[in-house]
């Protein structure tokens, strides 16, 4: 009888069918009240935790436009042109505010110039602004600002740049006769970002599913639970005019469907096997926010069985772990163009020779760097399809910017994940790795010295690669150390023996550059099949598009006022993928252990499953949700050692990281 024996469906009427009678009765608990417990949870970006608690940002960074398709420039390709504004010709740009209460407000324009403009008024104040370049900022007193329509107007000597991407503007004018009438800005709107120190109206905190059989998460066999009922404390500071709400949700499947509990309060929750928090943080007072210190959950179960009725005990247990993002992340599909890119130029053949994944990753990344010696005019004409850029003429396929893309999109066709990856005067790129269940950095076009090769990094003690924040940390640790090399981290240089061959040859170097101070990921990485969306011109120009994720460093001197959208969790930048997390549960039958496998794997396709080394079944998921996907069986066991392995693969047929447990009955 094959092992994989009961669906969804079965599992659950089987665990109401258990009759309580001998049943031994409990309290579970779990509560969450410090930094770790908090950033297991996602939230939105005006949420952040201080400390050991929970409270809106300080923070309110408006960006009406993305600044993706800057007007562009006259004397230099791809460099944006600001319209100058004179005595007789302005330029006048409008916002609404829910509240004109701030401690400061400030602007931001992109290639703006320090002149005469107003905001409802009153004069705004050019100042120095340390930044990535590009961008200048000015400040008004908060007096100036009103709730609904505020007037900011452009006058002579002033300068800002136009986004095209909503032709004419609906919030932009220019003036021929010194403001006495105005006309609608045919070319778009004035591209400005306000900042405002306050807090936002509302954020949101979710917690990450709770599984009362097993609230820690730890690698053992949970007990088969009759759960009676659930309760949710929190712990909270409100002061006048702001407020929390507490909220919450259950299922009896560890990934949330249909069929779980719309959010409710906690009073009404409805008791289920696995439940899910959020907490709802609002003010109408902009200088203050609400504080959550804690949150408490206790639930009264009966156990109905446990792991003694299985006869086993875990010897070993390898169980990957799902990190999951907060922001909206679109991943490329499988597609006719990935295909195309995999055929023509034979990417298979190329990564080859690798013995491991990173291996071949390696080789892919070498591969894409030997396609043109060196930067040469394609920025200019080349946008983000690896078809177009390796398709290009000669002196025509760019720079670091489409040497990242082009690896990115090469690496999407062999079924790997990765992303572009922009540095603060550099572009590479990043890629999973299954290996080391991380995301590694793929410097392309090494913009290091002594050569311009492709390059990793790694830590120096362990040779483990290292992603982007790891990378970060290092760069500014030794920056305040006042120390001109990194020693915790080494360059790894690969280059071909003939320029032809791809035989690997490493060459360490200590790390002694890396523009690293600040970076940024564009929210997707779907760019060959759907370009729009995106920043026009992207690495020409200094980086101005409010549109991507950047990380919101602890480090000063990488600040970002200017930008909306930053994040300090790093889940959110550096989530898992094709992690298969195994979780096992007692039933009333010695010989059975109950299994559920999650996943979060983009283009999944299937688990696998693997008993007593055998060979692995594919399983279908029961739940599928965009990346998520939830697959539920039984074990049978049997007498001496049991071993269960699950695996994630995605529709190019790549197998994720497995999970594996054995047990001793």
């Not at 179960?301 to 990190?323: C, H, M, P, T, Y």
């Not at 040469?376 to 489409?402: F, K, S, T």
């Not at 090469?410 to 590479?428: D, K, P, S, V």
């Amino acid at each position: 009888m094959s092992p994989l024996l009961s669906c969804l469906t079965l599992y659950l009427l089987a665990t109401f069918a258990v009759a309580a009678d001998s049943a031994k009765s409990l309290t579970i608990s779990r509560i969450f009240n410090s930094k770790a417990d908090f950033d297991s949870c996602t939230r939105d970006l005006s949420i952040e935790v201080d400390g050991n608690s929970v409270q809106l940002v300080k923070e309110e960074v408006i960006a009406e436009t993305t600044g993706d398709k800057l007007a562009p420039g006259k004397s230099y390709p791809g460099v944006t042109d600001p319209t100058y504004f004179t005595a007789a010709f302005f330029g006048k740009r409008t916002f609404n505010l829910d509240s004109p209460v701030a401690e400061k407000v400030a602007f931001y324009f992109f290639r703006g110039t320090a002149g005469t403009a107003t905001l409802n008024g009153q004069p705004l104040k050019f100042g120095p602004f340390t930044h990535h370049g590009g961008w200048i900022k000015a400040e008004v007193d908060t007096s100036a600002l009103r709730k609904g329509e505020n007037v900011l107007i452009f006058e002579a000597g002033s300068s800002c740049c136009i986004d095209m991407e909503k032709k004419p503007g609906s919030h932009s004018w220019t003036s021929n006769d010194g403001g006495k009438t105005w006309k609608v800005c045919q070319q778009g709107e004035f591209y400005v970002n306000i900042g405002l120190t306050r807090y936002p109206a509302r954020g949101t905190m979710t917690s990450p599913v709770i599984d009362l059989a097993n609230p820690e998460n730890k690698n053992e066999i949970a007990p088969l639970l009759d759960i009676k009922n659930v309760s949710l404390e929190a712990k909270t500071s409100s002061p006048k005019e702001s407020n929390i709400l507490l909220e919450a949700r259950s299922g009896i499947t560890s990934l949330p469907d249909a069929k779980w509990s719309k959010w409710t309060s906690p009073q009404s929750l409805s008791p289920a096997r696995y439940v899910q928090w959020r907490a709802t943080l609002s003010t109408n007072n902009r200088l203050a926010t609400s504080t959550l210190s804690q949150v408490s959950m206790n639930a009264k179960v009966n156990i109905l069985a446990d792991a003694a009725v299985s006869g086993a005990s875990i010897e070993k247990f390898e169980n990957q772990r799902i990190i999951r993002t907060s922001l909206p992340f679109a991943y490329q599909s499988k597609s006719k163009k990935l295909q195309e890119l995999r055929d023509r130029y034979k990417l298979d053949e190329v990564i080859a020779p690798g013995k491991t994944q990173f291996e071949q990753l390696v080789l892919l990344r070498n591969w894409v760097r030997n396609q043109w010696p060196q930067n040469d005019n394609g920025p200019y004409e080349r946008v983000w399809n690896a078809l177009d850029i390796l398709g290009a003429p000669e002196g025509h396929h760019g720079m670091c910017v489409q040497y990242g893309v082009a690896f990115t999109q090469c690496a999407e066709a062999l079924g790997f994940n990765a992303r572009t990856l922009i540095l603060q005067n550099h572009c590479i790129a990043d890629v999973w790795s299954d290996e080391y269940g991380k995301w590694a950095v793929m410097d392309v076009e090494a913009a290091v010295k002594p050569t311009h090769d492709s390059a990793h990094y790694i830590d120096t003690t362990t040779k483990v690669p290292l992603d982007m924040l790891e990378l970060h940390n290092a760069f500014h640790k030794a920056a305040l150390e006042k120390k001109d090399k990194i020693d915790e981290v080494t360059q790894v240089y690969y280059s071909d023996i003939d320029g032809k061959s791809q035989v690997l040859q490493p060459r360490l170097y200590p790390m002694t550059y890396l523009v690293a101070k600040r970076f940024l990921y564009p929210p997707r990485n779907n760019y060959l099949d759907q370009l729009e969306p995106w920043e026009e011109f992207q690495g020409c120009d200094n980086y101005h598009s409010s549109a991507q994720y950047w990380w919101k460093s602890e480090f000063a001197d990488a600040a970002i006022p200017n930008i909306p959208l930053k994040t300090n969790r790093r889940g959110d930048l550096f989530w898992t993928l094709n992690q298969s997390q195994l979780s096992l549960t007692a039933t009333t039958k010695a010989d059975v252990l109950r299994v559920t496998s999650e996943t979060f794997t983009p283009n999944f396709k299937n688990f696998e499953v693997q008993i007593d080394n055998g060979d692995w079944n594919p399983v279908p998921a029961e739940i599928k949700d965009s990346e998520n996907a939830l697959a539920a069986y039984d074990w049978n066991l049997h007498p001496g050692t049991n071993r269960l392995a699950v695996r994630a693969v995605n529709l190019f047929d790549r197998n994720g990281k497995a999970s594996f447990v054995e047990l001793k009955k």
